[in-house]
């Protein structure tokens, strides 16, 4: 097996194929497209561009709703959102919006096309922890809008679930370290390898004259399965395999290092996204099969329906209506197998790796050495309304799977959005105040 198995699986449109594609939107006056869209992207005015050759009026249409449009034209649901609600989508012959806006962002990165006019940086300081979807994109607009804006990462690399949690063949790494490049350009600063709450707390940052902090850190703690046998060997959460054969594509880990072995009988518990991406990169590390196993029906699964495609193109098995009572061991303490209620009864289903895909939450590092944060019963962080998505601790604000459960990207960036807004009015008030 080599790293080629992981290549991007969905090519980009030709210059040609893109603006024929873009000629064929009907230019609607209620653009349906556009209210199928979390963030609200003017969908019909960065086609109309393109469909003229106006790669740069396309690109500057697209920025002012959205900071990693070559993420979203690649890993948003658009069957479900913009693409989903194009008039022509009921006739299998809906215009292929993703696609023409990762070719924008795309042919703008690779052209390098003049970037906007910024404003100068003294509106105010703002501390950004974690870059994933949210922190990225609340920096991109309070930069844009004259902040100065640090972001604070733990990883090595910035992008967060991004870089770590997304496979090589749906989002190749050059693209996400290209957006965040772009993230840069606009003055964003980045601190990586700094853990808040272990390295900085949010009361140091105050005291370093950080005029609002937003917290974007995520779920990063899978959730385990409490059935008899969830201690054995064997047993890994799927985060931990993306994340591995993540690293190992970029050749940082060897190949043992990933934890599946070539030949093996693989099971995944769950059946959304991760759990798709689990089943579809156990299929490229060589399982000898990849069953995904989940208590409901079909109908119910909260993967979508591409991505359920794509996994049955390539081989994963899937066991429905499936509930795993508990986990069977040999005598050197690995999973041999599970016991489980199955619509023929109960049965004992052999394998030899079990990937659990059922969810996180948050850490509380950061709430836990700081004073005034409340969270949820669950460890999600509250927020308020007005400023929009500060939290209990005045100038603190948290935004994304942190405090929305986790969600798909684009829903992350729409939430974010909101609180740049909140920041932005918050931050301007309290100076005014002090003038």
Request: with cysteine.
């Amino acid at each position: 097996m080599n790293n080629n198995t992981f290549k991007e699986i969905n090519e980009s449109f030709t210059i040609k194929e893109a603006i024929d594609e873009a000629k064929r939107c009907l230019n609607c006056k209620n653009p349906s497209c556009k209210k199928g869209c979390p963030i609200e992207n003017d969908i019909p005015g960065f086609i109309h561009q393109l469909s003229m050759g106006n790669m740069g009026d396309a690109m500057a249409i697209i920025n002012e709703k959205s900071n990693l449009p070559a993420i979203c034209g690649r890993v948003c649901p658009h069957e479900k959102q913009c693409q989903g609600h194009c008039v022509l989508y009921a006739k299998g012959k809906g215009i292929q919006i993703g696609k023409l806006e990762r070719f924008v962002a795309d042919f703008d990165t690779d052209m390098n096309l003049i970037r906007e006019r910024l404003p100068q940086k003294t509106r105010g300081k703002v501390a950004v922890i974690g870059s994933g979807p949210a922190g990225l994109t609340v920096a991109g607009d309070l930069a844009r809008q004259g902040f100065n804006v640090t972001i604070f990462e733990g990883q090595s690399e910035p992008g967060g679930v991004l870089m770590y949690g997304i496979p090589e063949y749906r989002l190749p790494k050059e693209v996400v370290n290209k957006e965040i490049k772009k993230i840069e350009a606009l003055g964003v600063n980045f601190v990586l390898n700094c853990l808040v709450g272990k390295q900085i707390t949010i009361d140091q940052m105050f005291e370093q004259g950080y005029d609002a902090i937003f917290i974007g850190t995520g779920t990063a703690l899978p959730k385990a399965l409490d059935v008899p046998g969830s201690k054995l060997r064997g047993i890994v959460q799927s985060s931990y395999l993306l994340h591995m054969a993540s690293i190992y594509n970029q050749n940082i880990v060897p190949r043992d290092m990933v934890p599946l072995e070539e030949g093996e009988k693989v099971g995944i518990i769950g059946c959304g996204n991760v759990a798709m991406d689990a089943a579809r990169t156990a299929v490229r590390m060589g399982a000898g099969s990849v069953s995904v196993i989940y208590h409901k029906t079909e109908a119910d699964m909260p993967a979508i329906q591409s991505e359920y495609q794509e996994a049955v193109k390539e081989g994963v098995q899937f066991l429905w209506q499936t509930s795993t009572l508990e986990f069977l061991g040999n005598e050197e303490g690995k999973v041999r197998a599970i016991r489980a209620t199955t619509p023929d009864g109960e049965k004992e289903i052999p394998f030899d790796r079990i990937f659990l895909a059922i969810g996180s939450r948050p850490a509380n590092r950061i709430v836990s050495t700081t004073t005034g944060i409340d969270v949820d019963e669950t460890g999600y962080v509250i927020v308020k309304e007005r400023p929009y998505g500060m939290t209990t601790r005045k100038g603190v604000f948290a935004g994304g799977d942190v405090v929305h459960r986790p969600h798909t990207v684009v829903l992350a960036m729409k939430a974010a959005k909101q609180v740049a807004a909140g920041i932005a009015q918050y931050v301007d008030a309290v100076k005014l105040l002090e003038a």
